[in-house]
């Protein structure tokens, strides 16, 4: 960046999920991270974490998002809020003329994700939601596709468990006591930094961490799902059990080119694996196959008094992916051009998820809308 050029000054809207989005922008020169702002009518929760995030960066925080918009002079807005609430403060943002930063999940109704697509086309903004694709493993493999080493990749396998824990586990509590409370459970894990899927509405592991695995698939093949057809189930997780909704499933993929694909995706809980969890892709072609461990490289890290929930393996490389979506995002507002993961493919995404939840309910194949 030339001294000339100013960086675009960033809106930090809500950010009680995870902070690492923001951060991430925060820590590259092309951003600058300038105001934190929400609705006046959130609860007490919702603004103590805001302020919180505020004031370990000494910018303002402002209960009133349109005067922030107005304010500020921004260009770019982060949204980390409740998932309910990703897709309306995206469109409001893209509405005030912002480029979108969004955490996933986009959103568990695909009307809101046409809602987001719509304004993001109409106000002529860059969307672009957070992901995990320029991981080294993940780039090495689209760059041994893209030259041809596979030849035509026509099977697709990936394996994302979470080692994360969820609270107590199945079968664990009495029965005489009460459910357990979706949004409560995971505002209480925010210091864990379990709380992906914090909202009012539950959300199995398919909503809050397919994107992920699902975003390796869309980057990796040159055709979309147009079928499922899924398995899923409450195995690990009390929580899951009390609000209905999956911790671990098993998806078909049908591609539109013919070619098949697999997913295993579950929060298996902390003791269950040393690092982040099983993470890995497997491809085959016509000429080859290939077998991506997503968090290589990595170091093993052991000690006494270790705290439980720190994971003893860790990815060298990991913030490397955030700076280079971050830089990615900034070339593509400089030049016009289109985001890692835009607001369409997130959309379609979305619908492979809805897709596999149906058919976990229903047990048919289902077709992707």
């Known amino acids: 960046m030339s001294k000339e050029t100013p960086p675009y000054r960033v809106l930090v809207l809500s950010v009680v999920k995870h902070s690492y989005v923001a951060r991430a922008l925060g820590a590259h020169s092309r951003f600058e991270l300038v105001v934190v702002a929400d609705d006046p009518d959130q609860p007490d929760w919702v603004h103590q974490r805001n302020e919180k995030f505020a004031h370990e960066y000494n910018i303002p925080y402002v209960r009133d998002i349109d005067k922030a918009i107005a304010d500020y002079d921004v260009q770019v807005a982060v949204v980390s809020s409740q998932t309910d609430r990703h897709c309306d403060l995206t469109v409001r943002s893209a509405d005030g003329g912002l480029h979108v930063v969004q955490d996933k999940p986009m959103s568990n109704s695909l009307s809101e994700c046409d809602r987001v697509v719509d304004a993001v086309s109409r106000n002529s903004v860059k969307f672009l939601m957070w992901n995990r694709n320029l991981l080294p493993a993940i780039v090495q493999a689209r760059d041994a596709i893209t030259r041809g080493n596979l030849g035509d990749p026509y099977a697709f396998h990936v394996d994302f468990y979470f080692a994360k824990d969820a609270g107590p586990s199945k079968d664990?509590?009495?029965?005489?006591?009460?459910?357990?409370?979706?949004?409560?459970?995971?505002?209480?894990?925010?210091?864990?930094?379990?709380?992906?899927?914090?909202?009012?509405?539950?959300?199995?592991?398919?909503?809050?961490?397919?994107?992920?695995?699902?975003?390796?698939?869309?980057?990796?093949?040159?055709?979309?799902?147009?079928?499922?057809?899924?398995?899923?189930?409450?195995?690990?997780?009390?929580?899951?059990?009390?609000?209905?909704?999956?911790?671990?499933?098993?998806?078909?993929?049908?591609?539109?080119?013919?070619?098949?694909?697999?997913l295993c995706i579950g929060r298996i809980g902390a003791a269950s694996h040393p690092d982040i969890g099983e993470i890995k892709l497997h491809i085959l072609g016509s000429k080859g196959a290939l077998v991506v461990s997503e968090a290589k490289p990595e170091i093993g890290i052991y000690y006494r008094g270790q705290p439980t929930e720190e994971f003893k393996n860790v990815r060298l490389l990991a913030s490397e992916n955030d700076y280079l979506l971050a830089n990615g995002f900034a070339q593509a507002i400089d030049s016009d051009g289109q985001t890692l993961l835009d607001a369409p493919m997130s959309r379609e995404i979305t619908a492979t998820i809805q897709a596999a939840i149906e058919s976990g309910h229903t047990g048919e194949v289902v077709t992707v809308k």
């Not at 592991?205 to 699902?214: A, D, V």
């Not at 990796?220 to 009390?242: E, G, K, M, W």
């Open 172 to 262: 664990s509590r009495g029965p005489n006591d009460p459910p357990l409370d979706w949004l409560e459970t995971l505002k209480a894990a925010h210091v864990t930094g379990a709380d992906g899927g914090v909202g009012v509405e539950p959300m199995g592991e398919l909503s809050i961490e397919g994107c992920y695995p699902l975003a390796y698939i869309a980057m990796l093949s040159p055709s979309r799902i147009t079928r499922v057809f899924a398995r899923t189930a409450a195995h690990f997780h009390q929580l899951y059990v009390d609000n209905q909704v999956e911790d671990l499933a098993t998806v078909t993929l049908e591609f539109e080119n013919g070619a098949l694909g697999s």
